[in-house]
């Protein structure tokens, strides 16, 4: 369901960092330098195949991520803010301070520039919200010398798109220290990138009741989510409290569907309540008949239908991306550049971690760590395919494959659940443990001890050093949206994402009031504050032709420390209610 780019178009960025000093070049004759394989990939990834040589006139928009002065210091920078009890706790960062941080060198920059230069690279464009990175473009044949490789072209097997990727590349040994990751080279995320939801049109009427109705064990609506967590109906009051949701491979909002949404469900709310819409990278809104995307009208239908009174901001992503990675990493450079980012974001998308490398999954999760440092909650929901894929039940593999980013320590992931009384963890919630990220140290009291209980029985399907996921879980299945004027159920954790991200939002609402400031990344607080989750302690998570992992006492790796109650959020983060 994705799209590959072959010859993305140059984002034009006007916050310029550096103005580079490329007048070094043709003092001296450019030098053979001594090249070293930076990144390698060992195999193609699982949904793609080889489909020949790339055209060797293609022209490619590369970008190459320099090394960040201070991630490290970012890093503390964050934990210091984030971490309740600590004196700084809420401290939020401001965007030049994020910037200091996170930007290369000017050294970096000059050094990197002029091996470009030496190879009559022109259009070195080095503006970006972080300042740190270079972009530029180049034909294949071009590309192919600069980084002594050779590029070919891979072709989706589920989606037949052609995507231009090498195996492996080479920098000049003298640079190795400024760059951290070129792209789009061995990453190859960008075509499998899914929205998890799945849909059957069906109508019956909702019951209203004080208590849980007991329908709500098999539809799920606003309703029932109120009564199950505490939510309050009560409208926000801070304006300046918002809520982003990033909408990506064109899937579009629609204002119709909402309308009837809040006709049919919110009759408390007017009607005529509605979101903010942003663009970037081409993106676009379009309305009507079969524009609609089931993903775009769940993730604002269950935040502005819940969030009442916080205004909601769908944020389209178009196709135009510089990031060749679909816009994960434009549309949080995007909020990161604003001076009043949004204090939560909700992204239901997700793939599979393997596809994309290291350094760069790094680099995207280093982003995520500047927006938490901004003070924003990123929520995501974990994935829907249990243990074995990020998005499609898969029975013949024999290692779990985590998704991104629910692998970053800095987003929290949110698992599914589904019925009441009690509350289950739902099959398709995907869990599990990172290959890339390592188990931050807020984890250990909780994963350890689930690690420990489960012994050795999976034992070489999936890393335990890694970072363990989802960190919470809500609501998963059955979910009531309208889609194209027609009531659709969805099964998915991107219901789940939506639904925790508005108890975020409507508890930084409270914050707001009383003058404080807004959670932030989140995990450290949720991590201490246990008592906020009703724990899930049934249902399992199946793939790999296995029956995954438990829903245990405590964290597990399918509803991670349980579903939220309200009350309880509240009042762990420092506000009685008194209401
Ligand atoms: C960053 O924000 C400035 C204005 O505040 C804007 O001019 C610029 O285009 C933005 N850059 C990006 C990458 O969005
Ligand atoms: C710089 O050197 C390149 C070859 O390395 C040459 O093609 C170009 O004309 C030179 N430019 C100037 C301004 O001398
Ligand atoms: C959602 O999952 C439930 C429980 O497995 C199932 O009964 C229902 O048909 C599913 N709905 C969709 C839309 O796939
Ligand atoms: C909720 O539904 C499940 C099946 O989906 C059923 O096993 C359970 O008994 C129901 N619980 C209640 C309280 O109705
Ligand atoms: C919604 O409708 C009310 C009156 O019915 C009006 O006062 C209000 O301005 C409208 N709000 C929006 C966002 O259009
Ligand atoms: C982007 O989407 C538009 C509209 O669907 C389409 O016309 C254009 O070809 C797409 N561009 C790329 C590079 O995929
Ligand atoms: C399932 O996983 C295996 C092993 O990773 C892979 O070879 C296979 O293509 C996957 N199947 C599907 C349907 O994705
Ligand atoms: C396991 O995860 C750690 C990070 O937590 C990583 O450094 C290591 O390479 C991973 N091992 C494998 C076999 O993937
Ligand atoms: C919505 O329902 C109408 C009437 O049942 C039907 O004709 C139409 O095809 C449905 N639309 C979608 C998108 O399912
Ligand atoms: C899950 O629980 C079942 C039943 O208690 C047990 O047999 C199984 O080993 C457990 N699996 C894991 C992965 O913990």
């Not at 707001?512 to 899930?536: M, R």
Request: hydrophobic share 35%; charged share 15%; net charge negative.
């Amino acid at each position: 369901m994705g799209q590959s780019r072959l010859l993305p178009s140059l984002l034009l960025v006007t916050f310029v960092a550096y103005v580079l000093p490329l007048a070094a070049g043709n003092d001296s004759l450019p030098q053979r330098r001594s090249m070293a394989i930076h990144e390698k990939r060992t195999n193609i990834p699982r949904h793609y195949a080889r489909a020949g040589d790339a055209d060797l006139d293609a022209v490619m928009k590369f970008r190459i991520g320099l090394k960040s002065r201070d991630v490290t210091g970012l890093e503390k920078a964050l934990y210091d803010v984030s971490v309740p009890g600590s004196p700084n706790y809420g401290q939020h960062l401001t965007a030049n301070e994020v910037r200091n941080y996170m930007s290369a060198s000017a050294e970096s920059m000059s050094a990197v520039a002029e091996w470009l230069s030496e190879h009559e690279i022109t259009d070195i464009d080095p503006s970006s919200t972080a300042g740190n990175w270079l972009s530029f473009s180049a034909p294949v044949s071009k590309a192919n010398e600069l980084f002594d490789t050779t590029f070919h072209s891979f072709v989706h097997k589920r989606t037949n798109e052609v995507t231009i990727r090498t195996l492996e590349y080479s920098i000049p040994r003298d640079l190795a220290h400024h760059i951290a990751v070129v792209h789009p080279t061995v990453s190859f995320g960008t075509s499998s990138v899914r929205s998890s939801v799945s849909s059957i049109a069906r109508s019956d009427v909702q019951a209203r009741d004080e208590t849980i109705d007991p329908s709500c064990n098999n539809t799920i609506t606003p309703k029932c989510l109120q009564d199950l967590y505490g939510i309050p109906t009560t409208p926000a009051t801070q304006s300046s409290n918002q809520i982003a949701v990033p909408g990506l491979i064109d899937f579009f909002a629609q204002f119709s569907d909402l309308k009837s949404f809040l006709e049919e469900f919110r009759p408390d709310i007017p009607s005529n309540t509605t979101f903010a819409v942003e663009t970037l990278d081409e993106g676009r809104n379009l309305q009507g008949p079969d524009k609609g995307a089931t993903e775009a009208n769940l993730d604002i239908q269950y935040t502005v239908g819940l969030a009442t009174g916080v205004p909601v901001t769908f944020v389209s992503v178009g196709n135009d991306t510089t990031d060749g990675a679909l816009g994960f990493l434009d549309v949080v450079e995007y909020l990161l550049n604003k001076t009043s980012p949004p204090q939560v974001m909700s992204m239901s998308y997700a793939f599979d971690e393997a596809n994309i490398s290291p350094a760069l999954a790094q680099r995207i999760c280093d982003t995520y760590m500047a927006l938490g440092a901004r003070g924003v909650t990123l929520v995501f929901g974990s994935g829907d395919a249990g243990v074995g894929d990020a998005l499609f039940q898969n029975d013949t593999c024999f290692e779990f494959n985590p998704p991104f980013p629910g692998g970053c320590p800095f987003i929290t992931s949110v698992g599914g659940t589904t019925n009441i009384n009690p509350e289950v963890a739902a099959q398709l919630s995907t869990g599990g443990f990172s290959n890339v990220f390592p188990r931050p140290a807020y984890q250990d009291p909780f994963v350890l001890p689930y690690l420990d209980a489960l012994g050795n029985i999976y034992e070489g399907r999936f890393n335990a050093s890694g970072r363990g996921y989802p960190d919470v879980a809500a609501q998963a299945l059955n979910v009531k949206i309208i889609n194209n004027g027609n009531e659709t159920f969805i099964n998915g954790t991107s219901a789940s994402g939506p639904i925790f991200a508005s108890m975020v939002a409507l508890v930084n609402d409270r914050l707001a009031q009383a003058g404080k400031p807004p959670l932030g990344f989140l995990n450290p607080f949720l991590y201490s504050h246990p008592e906020i989750f009703t724990d899930i302690t049934s249902g399992n998570n199946p793939g790999c032709g296995t029956p995954g992992f438990n829903a245990t006492e405590g964290w597990d790796p399918i509803s991670g420390l349980g579903t939220p109650q309200f009350a309880k959020l509240l009042a762990a983060a420092g506000i009685s209610d008194e209401a």
